[in-house]
C-alpha cells in the first residue's frame, strides 16, 4: 500500500499509489499524524503521492508504516464535499480521534494484563456480554472484521501487462529492427503479431483471474458470541472488540481475544505460528522482562484470528479485530507482494526458464552461424529474434492456469464447489481419503434404536408403557445433560440441537416426559463438555425443593462413564456395582456396537458436598461422587445411500480409504466392514483414546495400514492427518462438522459438505460438494486428474513444436542451404500452432479408464525424463518433415521463396496434425480442437491463396506437385509419431498394470 522511499535518522519518505492526486486523503493523513504522539511534521503531496514524516525516535519507521496504512485504509471522505479542498479543522474535528483511538485501542499488550483488567477496559461482564446498542455503536467506529482484499487488476492492467513479457519485448525489438533498416511493412507485421498475441494472452489471463477472484467469496464463516446474556452466532465480520467469544471444539477464532476463562482448552495455532502441535490455554496473566517481547507462540492466554479449538470450552474477550489482528498485520504486509505460487506452477516456470535458455542457445547458433555465412547483422538479428519468439513457449503458465479455471468452471456447473484453484491439480493426485463417519458416510439422522436398562432389552415404541424407576431416571438425564432446545410450533414440539441430543429428547418425549417442565424444576447451574480427556458430558442442576442439594447427570463413552460409577439402580433400588456387573454390561455395550450401533452410556448422582462437583477437575479426572449406572442408550445413523459404491470406486481409482469416528471401536468396525473400507483385506481398527502414546514416528507407520480410527478427538483427527502426510501421502478429508476444522485445514485437500457441513466446515474446506452427494467428489476427482493430464498434453504439445522449429533454421544454415523460414513465417507459425491449440488441448474430455488407473505420484515431475525424450524424437520427426520438404524445394527451384514456402507449409500442417497426436488415445470427441484444426488449416490455407496475404508472407503459389510434397511431409510425421505413441501406450499400460497390483500387495508406494 506504501512503501518506504528513503530513511534517515528521525526522518522517512512513504509513497503510495492511494496518495496520488488524493488531497483529501494527503490532508487527512497530515492532521491524523501531526496529532500523534512521537510525530513532529508531516507533508503529503498528492502530485507525487508521497508523505515526508519527521518523528522521535521512540516510533520505529514500521510502526510508523503501519498506522499510515491503517488510516488509509479507515479513510472515509465526507461526501457531497466540494472538488475544492476543506479546512483542516473539518478533519481534525470529525475523524482524526475516532481512529487514533481505534489504533491505540487494538495494540496494546494485553497478554501482560490480567484478564479483569481487559474485561475492564472494554467495560463488559464476561456472562453478559455487549448489549446490541454498543455492538453497533462499536461496529461504527472500529469498522468490519475483515481484511480487505486485494481487487483483481482492470481490463487496462490485464492487457498492459501482456507488453511486459519477454516474447512481446523481443517481438517489439524486431519490429525496430525491421523498420530501422527499411523493412516497414515486415515491422507492420511483426507489430501485428504483438497485438494479435496480446490479444489472446489478455482474454484468457483475464477470465482465470476474474473466476479464481471469485473464489475467495464462496463462503463466509460465523462466530459465536454473548450478547445480552445469550449467546448468539453472528457473521464473522460483525465481531467488535469487547465482544465475549464463546470457545467449542472445532470452533473457528474470528478475531484476536484474550481468555477470560478455559475449561481444558486447546487451540491449533499451526496456520499462524507453525506449531503443529494444539496449544493449552489458560486465563492466567503472563509475565516479561522489561524490553522483551513474549513470542506469539508462547501467548498461552491469547486466541487469535484464523486459528481453532480443538477441544474443552473457553470464553474470551475480543481485543483486536480486521487489519489489527495477527493475521491481519501478517496479510496486510502480504498484499502487494507476490502470491505464492502451487508446486505445479513453480514447475511450468522452471521448465519455460530451461526451454528459453535451450533456445536462446539455439538463436545464439543462428546468429553467428548467419554471420559466418556473411548475412547482414540486422538481417540476421531479426531472424535470431523471431526465431527466439516462435520457440519460447510463453503460453504455459497462461494456458495452465487457464486448464484450472475450466475445470473450477465445470466443477461448478456440477455442484462442486472450489475456493483454491491449486486444489483442482491436487485432487487428482490424492492417494488418501479420510472421512469422518457420522454425516459423512452416514446420514446424521440418529435416531434412538434400543434402551438397555434394569437388565432388559427395551425398545423405543414399549418406553410409553414401562414403569421401571430406573428407565424413568434415564431418560430425567437424557433431558437435563443436554443442550437441544425445544420450541413449540402448533402444540408440538420442535428440537434443535446436534442430531445425538435431538434424538435422545426425541425419544423422552416419546415415552411421554415434560421436557420444559423437568427442565424448570431441575434448573441447570454447570455444564461439563466433553474433552479429549474425558469423552463424557456432564451438567450440575438444583434438586427442587433441596436447593444445598445438587444433582449431577451423566452420558456419553460407555466405558468411561462406567468407569465413573460405584453403584447401579435395580429396580428403583440402588446397588453396589461389583466388577461382574460391570463386566457384563461390557459385554452388552459390545453386542450392541458390533451392530453398527453407537452407544451411550447414562449415570447420574446426588450430592451435598460442593467438592464433589464445584472443582474444575473432579469430573474430568474421573473422581467418584457416587455415580449411579442407569443403563445404555443405542442409536442408529443409517448409511448414506450410495456411500458403498462411492468407497468401491474410490478404490477402483487406487485411492485408500480410511475412516476417522469418535464411535467404540467396535461400532468403527462394523461400519468399516458393511462399506468394505480394507477393499477385502482384514479390516485394521485403531483405538485412538491410545493415540497420545504413540510417537509421530510410529504413528505415521500404523497410519499406512489402518482403516479406521474410533474413539477420535478433533485433535487427534489433526494428528491423523498429518501423520498420513508424513509418511508421503497426499491426503484430502472429508469432513462436515465444526470439529473437523482443523483437520480440513490441515489436509492436502479439505472437503466438505454443501448442506449437512457446519459453517466452519465449509470456511476451512478448499472443496465444497452442494447437494451432499459424494459420487459429485468422484466427478471432481476425475475432472481434477483429466484437468493434470490436460496440462501434461498441453506442455508436451507446445515443448515438441517449438523446438521442430529451433532444429531447422540452424541446420540449414550450417549446412549452407540458406533460411527455411523468413522472420513472419516464423511469427506465423507461432500464431497458428501455438496457444489456440494448446487451449483446444486443455480441453480435452476424460480418457475412459482415466479413474481405474492409480493416482499420479505427486512427486513425479510434470514431464518425466522419459517423456522429455519423446518429446525430442517428436521434434526430429517433425522438423523432417519441414527440412525434407525445404531440400525438394532446394533441389527443383534454388534457394529461393518457393523452397522456403514448401518448408513453411509443410511444419505448419505438421505441427496442427500433431495436436491430434497429443490427445490421449481413450479420450471422447473433443468439438474444440476439431474447429481449431479447421481454423489452422483455413488460415494456412487463405495464406497460400489470398494474393495480400501470400506477397506478405513471402509466398508463392504452390503447384499440384509441391501440394503433395506439403501434404505428405506433413502426414508422414504425424503417422510415425502415431505408431511411436501406440507401442508407448502398450508400455504405459502394462506398467499401470504392475502398479496397481504392488498397490493392492502394499508394495511401494
Same mark, same amino acid.
Given at each position: 500500500m506504501?512503501?518506504?522511499v528513503?530513511?534517515?535518522?528521525?526522518r522517512?519518505?512513504?509513497?503510495?499509489k492511494?496518495?496520488?492526486r488524493?488531497?483529501l486523503?494527503?490532508?487527512?493523513?497530515?492532521e491524523?499524524?501531526?496529532?500523534m504522539?512521537?510525530?513532529?511534521?508531516?507533508?503529503?503531496n498528492?502530485?507525487?503521492?508521497?508523505?515526508?514524516?519527521?518523528?522521535?525516535e521512540?516510533?520505529?519507521?514500521e510502526e510508523l508504516?503501519?498506522?499510515?496504512?491503517f488510516?488509509i485504509?479507515n479513510?472515509?471522505?465526507i461526501?457531497?464535499?466540494?472538488k475544492?479542498?476543506?479546512?483542516?479543522?473539518?478533519f481534525?474535528k470529525?475523524?482524526k480521534?475516532?481512529?487514533?483511538a481505534?489504533?491505540?485501542?487494538?495494540?496494546?499488550?494485553?497478554?501482560?494484563?490480567?484478564?479483569?483488567?481487559?474485561?475492564g477496559?472494554?467495560?463488559?461482564?464476561?456472562?453478559?456480554?455487549?448489549?446490541? /446498542?454498543?455492538a453497533?455503536?462499536r461496529?461504527?467506529?472500529y469498522?468490519p472484521?475483515?481484511?480487505?482484499?486485494v481487487?483483481?487488476?482492470s481490463?487496462?492492467e490485464?492487457f498492459l501487462s501482456q507488453?511486459k513479457?519477454l516474447?512481446?519485448i523481443?517481438l517489439?525489438l524486431s519490429?525496430?529492427?525491421s523498420i530501422?533498416?527499411?523493412g516497414?511493412v515486415?515491422g507492420?507485421v511483426?507489430?501485428?503479431?504483438?497485438?494479435?498475441?496480446?490479444?489472446?494472452?489478455?482474454?484468457?489471463?483475464?477470465?482465470?483471474e476474474r473466476?479464481?477472484?471469485?473464489?475467495k467469496?464462496?463462503?463466509?464463516p460465523?462466530?459465536r458470541?454473548?450478547?445480552? +446474556?445469550k449467546?448468539?452466532?453472528?457473521g464473522?465480520e460483525?465481531?467488535?472488540p469487547g465482544d465475549?467469544?464463546?470457545?467449542?471444539?472445532g470452533?473457528?477464532?474470528?478475531?484476536?481475544a484474550?481468555?477470560?476463562?478455559s475449561?481444558?482448552?486447546?487451540?491449533?495455532e499451526s496456520?499462524?505460528?507453525?506449531?503443529?502441535?494444539?496449544v493449552?490455554?489458560?486465563?492466567?496473566v503472563?509475565?516479561?522482562?522489561?524490553?522483551?517481547?513474549?513470542?506469539?507462540?508462547?501467548?498461552?492466554?491469547m486466541?487469535?484470528?484464523?486459528?481453532?479449538?480443538t477441544?474443552?470450552?473457553g470464553?474470551?474477550?475480543v481485543v483486536a479485530?480486521?487489519?489489527?489482528t495477527?493475521?491481519?498485520?501478517i496479510q496486510?504486509?502480504?498484499?502487494e507482494?507476490?502470491?505464492e505460487?502451487?508446486?505445479?506452477e513453480?514447475?511450468?516456470e522452471?521448465i519455460?526458464r530451461?526451454?528459453?535458455?535451450?533456445?536462446g542457445?539455439?538463436?545464439?547458433?543462428?546468429?553467428?552461424?548467419?554471420?559466418?555465412r556473411?548475412y +547482414?547483422f540486422? /538481417?540476421v538479428m531479426?531472424?535470431a529474434?523471431?526465431?527466439?519468439?516462435a520457440?519460447i513457449?510463453?503460453?504455459?503458465?497462461?494456458?495452465?492456469t487457464t486448464?484450472?479455471a475450466?475445470?473450477v468452471k465445470?466443477m461448478?456447473?456440477r455442484?462442486?464447489l472450489?475456493?483454491?484453484?491449486?486444489?483442482?491439480y491436487?485432487l487428482?493426485?490424492v492417494?488418501?481419503?479420510?472421512?469422518d463417519k457420522?454425516?459423512?458416510l452416514?446420514?446424521?439422522?440418529?435416531?434412538?434404536?434400543?434402551v438397555y436398562c +434394569?437388565?432388559?432389552?427395551l425398545?423405543?415404541?414399549?418406553?410409553k408403557?414401562?414403569?421401571?424407576p430406573e428407565?424413568?431416571?434415564?431418560?430425567?438425564?437424557?433431558?437435563l445433560?443436554?443442550?437441544?432446545?425445544?420450541e413449540?410450533k402448533n402444540?408440538?414440539p420442535?428440537?434443535?440441537?446436534?442430531?445425538?441430543?435431538?434424538a435422545l429428547?426425541?425419544?423422552?418425549?416419546?415415552?411421554?416426559?415434560?421436557?420444559?417442565?423437568?427442565r424448570?424444576?431441575?434448573?441447570?447451574?454447570v455444564?461439563?463438555?466433553?474433552?479429549?480427556?474425558s469423552?463424557?458430558?456432564?451438567t450440575?442442576h438444583?434438586?427442587?425443593?433441596?436447593?444445598?442439594?445438587?444433582?449431577?447427570a451423566?452420558?456419553?463413552?460407555?466405558?468411561?462413564?462406567l468407569n465413573?460409577c460405584s453403584?447401579?439402580?435395580?429396580?428403583?433400588?440402588?446397588?453396589?456395582?461389583?466388577?461382574?456387573d460391570?463386566?457384563?454390561?461390557?459385554?452388552?455395550?459390545e453386542?450392541?456396537a458390533y451392530?453398527?450401533?453407537?452407544?451411550?452410556?447414562?449415570?447420574?448422582?446426588?450430592?451435598v458436598?460442593?467438592?464433589?462437583f464445584?472443582?474444575?477437575?473432579?469430573l474430568y479426572?474421573?473422581?467418584?461422587c457416587n455415580?449411579?449406572?442407569?443403563?445404555?442408550v443405542?442409536l442408529v445413523?443409517?448409511?448414506?445411500?450410495?456411500?458403498?459404491?462411492f468407497? /468401491?470406486r474410490?478404490?477402483?481409482a487406487?485411492?485408500?480409504t480410511v475412516?476417522?469416528t469418535?464411535?467404540?471401536?467396535?461400532?468403527?468396525?462394523?461400519v468399516?466392514?458393511?462399506l468394505?473400507?480394507?477393499?477385502?483385506?482384514?479390516?485394521e481398527v485403531?483405538d485412538?483414546s491410545?493415540?497420545?502414546?504413540a510417537d509421530?514416528?510410529?504413528l505415521?507407520?500404523?497410519s499406512?495400514?489402518? *482403516?479406521c480410527?474410533? /474413539?477420535v478427538?478433533?485433535?487427534?483427527?489433526?494428528?491423523i492427518v498429518?501423520?498420513?502426510?508424513r509418511?508421503g501421502k497426499?491426503?484430502?478429508?472429508?469432513?462436515?462438522?465444526?470439529n473437523?476444522?482443523?483437520?480440513?485445514?490441515?489436509?492436502?485437500?479439505?472437503?466438505?459438505?454443501?448442506?449437512?457441513?457446519?459453517d466452519?466446515?465449509?470456511?476451512?474446506?478448499?472443496v465444497?460438494?452442494?447437494?451432499?452427494?459424494l459420487?459429485?467428489?468422484?466427478e471432481?476427482?476425475e475432472?481434477?486428474?483429466?484437468?493434470?493430464y490436460?496440462?501434461n498434453?498441453?506442455? *508436451?504439445y507446445?515443448?515438441?513444436?517449438?523446438?521442430?522449429?529451433m532444429?531447422i533454421t540452424?541446420l540449414?544454415?550450417?549446412?549452407?542451404?540458406?533460411?527455411?523460414?523468413?522472420?513472419?513465417?516464423?511469427?506465423?507459425i507461432?500464431?497458428?500452432?501455438?496457444t489456440?491449440?494448446g487451449?483446444?488441448?486443455a480441453?480435452?474430455p476424460?480418457e475412459?479408464?482415466?479413474?481405474?488407473?492409480?493416482?499420479k505420484d505427486p512427486?513425479?515431475?510434470?514431464?518425466?525424463?522419459e517423456?522429455?525424450?519423446?518429446?525430442?524424437l517428436e521434434s526430429l520427426i517433425?522438423s523432417?518433415s519441414?527440412?525434407?520438404?525445404y531440400?525438394?524445394?532446394?533441389l527443383r527451384?534454388g534457394?529461393?521463396?518457393?523452397?522456403?514456402?514448401?518448408a513453411f507449409t509443410?511444419?505448419?500442417?505438421?505441427?496442427?496434425?500433431?495436436t491430434l497426436?497429443?490427445?490421449?488415445?481413450g479420450?471422447?470427441?473433443?468439438?474444440?480442437?476439431?474447429?481449431?484444426i479447421?481454423?489452422?488449416?483455413?488460415?494456412q490455407?487463405l495464406?497460400?491463396?489470398?494474393?495480400p496475404?501470400?506477397s506478405?508472407l513471402?509466398?508463392?503459389?504452390?503447384t499440384?506437385?509441391d501440394?503433395?510434397?506439403?501434404?505428405g511431409?506433413?502426414?508422414?510425421?504425424?503417422?510415425?509419431?502415431?505408431s511411436?505413441?501406440?507401442s508407448k501406450?502398450?508400455?504405459?499400460g502394462e506398467n499401470?498394470e504392475?502398479r496397481?497390483l504392488?498397490?493392492?500387495?502394499?508394495?511401494?508406494?
Amino acid at each position: 500500500m506504501v512503501s518506504v522511499v528513503h530513511r534517515l535518522k528521525g526522518r522517512v519518505r512513504l509513497k503510495g499509489k492511494p496518495l496520488y492526486r488524493n488531497k483529501l486523503l494527503c490532508l487527512y493523513l497530515e492532521e491524523s499524524l501531526s496529532a500523534m504522539p512521537f510525530v513532529k511534521s508531516v507533508s503529503a503531496n498528492p502530485l507525487t503521492g508521497s508523505l515526508l514524516v519527521y518523528f522521535d525516535e521512540a516510533l520505529s519507521v514500521e510502526e510508523l508504516t503501519s498506522k499510515v496504512e491503517f488510516l488509509i485504509l479507515n479513510f472515509k471522505p465526507i461526501e457531497n464535499s466540494s472538488k475544492d479542498c476543506p479546512k483542516k479543522a473539518s478533519f481534525k474535528k470529525a475523524n482524526k480521534p475516532l481512529f487514533i483511538a481505534s489504533f491505540e485501542t487494538q495494540n496494546k499488550p494485553w497478554h501482560l494484563m490480567s484478564a479483569s483488567q481487559v474485561l475492564g477496559y472494554f467495560q463488559v461482564d464476561p456472562r453478559a456480554g455487549l448489549d446490541e /446498542r454498543t455492538a453497533e455503536a462499536r461496529l461504527n467506529e472500529y469498522g468490519p472484521n475483515q481484511i480487505p482484499d486485494v481487487e483483481p487488476r482492470s481490463r487496462w492492467e490485464v492487457f498492459l501487462s501482456q507488453f511486459k513479457s519477454l516474447p512481446i519485448i523481443l517481438l517489439s525489438l524486431s519490429s525496430l529492427f525491421s523498420i530501422a533498416t527499411g523493412g516497414l511493412v515486415d515491422g507492420i507485421v511483426i507489430l501485428g503479431a504483438v497485438f494479435i498475441n496480446s490479444i489472446i494472452g489478455y482474454m484468457t489471463e483475464y477470465q482465470s483471474e476474474r473466476l479464481i477472484f471469485s473464489l475467495k467469496s464462496l463462503v463466509k464463516p460465523m462466530a459465536r458470541v454473548l450478547r445480552e +446474556g445469550k449467546e448468539k452466532i453472528i457473521g464473522a465480520e460483525e465481531v467488535v472488540p469487547g465482544d465475549i467469544l464463546i470457545l467449542k471444539p472445532g470452533q473457528y477464532v474470528p478475531a484476536d481475544a484474550r481468555v477470560v476463562e478455559s475449561h481444558q482448552l486447546t487451540v491449533d495455532e499451526s496456520a499462524l505460528t507453525g506449531e503443529s502441535l494444539p496449544v493449552v490455554k489458560t486465563s492466567d496473566v503472563l509475565s516479561a522482562e522489561p524490553g522483551i517481547e513474549v513470542p506469539l507462540a508462547d501467548r498461552v492466554n491469547m486466541v487469535y484470528a484464523g486459528t481453532f479449538v480443538t477441544s474443552g470450552y473457553g470464553l474470551a474477550v475480543v481485543v483486536a479485530t480486521g487489519v489489527h489482528t495477527e493475521l491481519g498485520k501478517i496479510q496486510l504486509s502480504l498484499r502487494e507482494g507476490d502470491t505464492e505460487k502451487a508446486p505445479f506452477e513453480v514447475q511450468l516456470e522452471e521448465i519455460s526458464r530451461k526451454f528459453i535458455i535451450i533456445s536462446g542457445g539455439f538463436c545464439g547458433l543462428v546468429f553467428a552461424l548467419g554471420l559466418v555465412r556473411g548475412y +547482414g547483422f540486422f /538481417r540476421v538479428m531479426k531472424l535470431a529474434v523471431s526465431l527466439a519468439v516462435a520457440a519460447i513457449p510463453e503460453g504455459l503458465p497462461t494456458v495452465a492456469t487457464t486448464t484450472l479455471a475450466l475445470g473450477v468452471k465445470r466443477m461448478k456447473s456440477r455442484g462442486i464447489l472450489v475456493r483454491k484453484l491449486s486444489a483442482v491439480y491436487t485432487l487428482g493426485e490424492v492417494q488418501v481419503i479420510c472421512l469422518d463417519k457420522t454425516g459423512t458416510l452416514t446420514m446424521n439422522k440418529m435416531s434412538v434404536d434400543r434402551v438397555y436398562c +434394569g437388565g432388559k432389552m427395551l425398545y423405543p415404541d414399549d418406553l410409553k408403557s414401562e414403569e421401571k424407576p430406573e428407565l424413568k431416571e434415564l431418560l430425567k438425564v437424557l433431558v437435563l445433560c443436554n443442550e437441544a432446545i425445544v420450541e413449540y410450533k402448533n402444540g408440538k414440539p420442535a428440537f434443535t440441537g446436534s442430531p445425538t441430543e435431538v434424538a435422545l429428547l426425541e425419544l423422552a418425549h416419546k415415552a411421554g416426559i415434560d421436557i420444559e417442565k423437568l427442565r424448570t424444576e431441575y434448573p441447570l447451574r454447570v455444564v461439563k463438555h466433553r474433552t479429549d480427556r474425558s469423552l463424557y458430558m456432564a451438567t450440575v442442576h438444583t434438586v427442587p425443593f433441596e436447593s444445598h442439594k445438587k444433582y449431577i447427570a451423566v452420558k456419553g463413552s460407555p466405558l468411561e462413564v462406567l468407569n465413573l460409577c460405584s453403584h447401579q439402580m435395580i429396580d428403583g433400588w440402588i446397588l453396589e456395582l461389583s466388577e461382574e456387573d460391570k463386566e457384563a454390561l461390557v459385554d452388552v455395550n459390545e453386542e450392541l456396537a458390533y451392530q453398527g450401533l453407537r452407544v451411550l452410556g447414562v449415570a447420574f448422582a446426588e450430592a451435598v458436598n460442593n467438592d464433589c462437583f464445584e472443582l474444575e477437575n473432579n469430573l474430568y479426572e474421573g473422581k467418584k461422587c457416587n455415580f449411579v449406572w442407569l443403563g445404555l442408550v443405542a442409536l442408529v445413523d443409517p448409511i448414506r445411500p450410495g456411500a458403498k459404491e462411492f468407497i /468401491r470406486r474410490l478404490h477402483e481409482a487406487g485411492i485408500d480409504t480410511v475412516m476417522i469416528t469418535g464411535d467404540q471401536a467396535q461400532t468403527g468396525y462394523a461400519v468399516a466392514k458393511e462399506l468394505n473400507l480394507s477393499n477385502g483385506e482384514p479390516i485394521e481398527v485403531f483405538d485412538s483414546s491410545k493415540l497420545d502414546l504413540a510417537d509421530p514416528e510410529v504413528l505415521s507407520g500404523l497410519s499406512r495400514r489402518v *482403516h479406521c480410527f474410533t /474413539r477420535v478427538s478433533p485433535a487427534q483427527k489433526l494428528y491423523i492427518v498429518k501423520a498420513l502426510k508424513r509418511a508421503g501421502k497426499t491426503v484430502a478429508m472429508i469432513g462436515d462438522g465444526i470439529n473437523d476444522g482443523p483437520s480440513l485445514k490441515a489436509a492436502d485437500v479439505g472437503i466438505s459438505l454443501g448442506i449437512a457441513g457446519t459453517d466452519v466446515a465449509r470456511s476451512v474446506a478448499d472443496v465444497i460438494i452442494e447437494d451432499d452427494n459424494l459420487e459429485r467428489l468422484l466427478e471432481a476427482i476425475e475432472l481434477s486428474r483429466n484437468s493434470s493430464y490436460n496440462i501434461n498434453r498441453v506442455v *508436451h504439445y507446445l515443448l515438441s513444436t517449438n523446438l521442430s522449429e529451433m532444429i531447422i533454421t540452424p541446420l540449414a544454415l550450417g549446412l549452407g542451404a540458406g533460411e527455411p523460414f523468413s522472420p513472419i513465417q516464423l511469427l506465423w507459425i507461432n500464431l497458428v500452432t501455438d496457444t489456440a491449440p494448446g487451449l483446444a488441448l486443455a480441453l480435452e474430455p476424460p480418457e475412459e479408464d482415466l479413474m481405474k488407473k492409480p493416482p499420479k505420484d505427486p512427486k513425479e515431475p510434470i514431464i518425466s525424463n522419459e517423456e522429455l525424450r519423446d518429446i525430442f524424437l517428436e521434434s526430429l520427426i517433425l522438423s523432417g518433415s519441414g527440412a525434407s520438404a525445404y531440400l525438394y524445394g532446394l533441389l527443383r527451384y534454388g534457394q529461393n521463396n518457393r523452397a522456403t514456402g514448401l518448408a513453411f507449409t509443410s511444419l505448419t500442417l505438421a505441427q496442427v496434425l500433431h495436436t491430434l497426436t497429443c490427445r490421449s488415445k481413450g479420450s471422447g470427441p473433443n468439438p474444440y480442437l476439431f474447429l481449431t484444426i479447421v481454423g489452422s488449416l483455413m488460415l494456412q490455407g487463405l495464406a497460400l491463396t489470398f494474393p495480400p496475404l501470400r506477397s506478405l508472407l513471402g509466398l508463392k503459389g504452390l503447384t499440384v506437385g509441391d501440394a503433395v510434397v506439403a501434404l505428405g511431409g506433413a502426414v508422414f510425421p504425424f503417422l510415425l509419431n502415431q505408431s511411436l505413441k501406440k507401442s508407448k501406450t502398450k508400455d504405459k499400460g502394462e506398467n499401470h498394470e504392475e502398479r496397481r497390483l504392488h498397490l493392492q500387495l502394499g508394495v511401494g508406494n
